[in-house]
């Protein structure tokens, strides 16, 4: 996956590109940089990274269920599919799931002396156990004209934006912490951030039977089907003299 570009998120000091210039510069090239273009600020900064690895399981699950059958009379196979269809959705609403995550097509066609009908319901559900229970009745219930598909899980887009938040937020007071060890070390104090950069974010998708190459159940497929996100942080700390009289 390609890399996203540098974000600013706060500074007190001049612009990214007044300061750094090069995007490959050492880190000891900048704070060289930064010393020479203010002689008189007398300035100390800390420059640290902080990285970060998050993952989340999926938090909703899709199913389709079809529902097919072949008459010679129109009104047969459409009384047929319908009745069919009528329970699959009632059975679905009984259990919580809300009518936009409810999708319905319908296809009726003819080939010689037989009419073809198929209808088909798609159920995006966010109760797991809930979807379970359905899969189970509708299997029990209804015949062989119904099938029942497994379920396909995914993350929603508030799942993915929270997980990015999380793993930024994360690898940006890992910086923190590391910063503040290296001050202790020093004999200083680790002052305001003068600076925070995402440099690097990654995401990606992960499947356990991908990797183990062994069939997994469905709640497993639950927990095994994971999006990860890293992400790398540049921050730039003020470093004062420690006040032996005062908490840090």
């Known amino acids: 996956m390609a890399l996203s570009p540098s974000r600013v998120f706060a500074t007190l000091l001049p612009t990214a590109a007044d300061v750094y210039g090069e995007e ?12 020479s ?11 640290v990274t902080g990285c970060a690895k998050l993952s989340c399981p999926p938090d909703q699950a899709t199913v389709t269920i079809s529902v097919k059958n072949s008459k010679e009379n129109v009104n047969d196979v459409t009384n047929s599919v319908t009745r069919r269809l009528e329970y699959i959705l009632q059975t679905v609403r009984q259990h919580d799931v809300k009518v936009d995550n409810i999708t319905v097509a319908k296809h009726l066609q003819r080939e010689e002396e037989l009419f073809h009908m198929q209808a088909e319901v798609q ?8 979807m379970q229970h ?10 062989k004209s119904v099938c029942v598909g497994d379920p396909h899980y995914t993350h929603s887009a ?6 990015r938040r ?3 937020l994360v690898a940006v007071d890992n910086a923190r912490l590391k910063a ?11 002052g305001r951030p003068l600076l925070v950069r995402e440099e690097e974010s990654r995401e990606w998708t992960s499947s356990q039977d991908e990797v183990t190459g062994t069939a997994l159940t ?16 540049f921050v730039t700390f003020e470093l004062r003299p420690k006040d032996r009289n005062r908490k840090i």
């Open 158 to 163: 508030e799942s993915l934006n929270l997980l």
């Open 180 to 190: 503040s060890e290296a001050c202790g070390i020093l004999g200083q104090a680790l």
């Open 134 to 143: 359905v899969r189970s009745v509708l299997i029990e219930k209804l015949d």
């Open 166 to 168: 999380r793993v930024c």
């Open 218 to 233: 469905l709640h497993q497929r639950a927990e095994a089907t994971l999006v990860s996100a890293s992400s790398r942080v």
């Open 123 to 130: 159920v995006v559900f966010l109760d797991f156990e809930k």
């Open 37 to 47: 273009l203010y002689p008189q600020s007398n300035i100390r900064v800390v420059q």
């Open 24 to 35: 490959n510069e050492s880190v000891f090239n900048r704070v060289a940089k930064q010393t």
